[in-house]
């Protein structure tokens, strides 16, 4: 079962299974926007507080429904780590496009720790089952 509920600049609440996820949606345009920066990564924030609010989960899944990431994109989700790792959560993003990876590793974003990608929903919500509630 799938819904999706109060749209953010970018993020959705959204929900799959009883998993309630942030789905990060934008185009390749809006990486070239001048406050793209801010607006993502408070998108991102708003949306994990809207779910942590609703749940005693202190992590959360990103899905991010995109071909391309640019420097906005790391920026906004490394800003939702720090929230997340503020709480004691892990930040899980599925559907990160396989091509720019090498950016998270250039970066050292995939060793912080606490920061996982996942195949698809059903992976992610297996790893935050693993997490302390």
Known sequence: MSGASQSREYGIVAEDDGLKYVKLQYSVND????H???LMGQG????????TSQS???SCVVQIDAVVVGTPVIRALLE???LIRANGGCLICVGY???YISMLNTLGVQRLSHFRLASDLAAAKAQIALEPI
Not at 31 to 34: E, K, M, P, Q, S
Not at 44 to 51: A, G, M, N, S, V
């Open 31 to 34: 990486l070239a926007t001048v």
């Open 36 to 38: 793209v920066n801010n």
């Open 44 to 51: 991102l924030k708003t949306c994990f507080q809207e779910i």
């Open 56 to 58: 005693q989960t202190k």
């Open 80 to 82: 939702l780590y720090q």
């Open 97 to 99: 496009p396989p091509r």
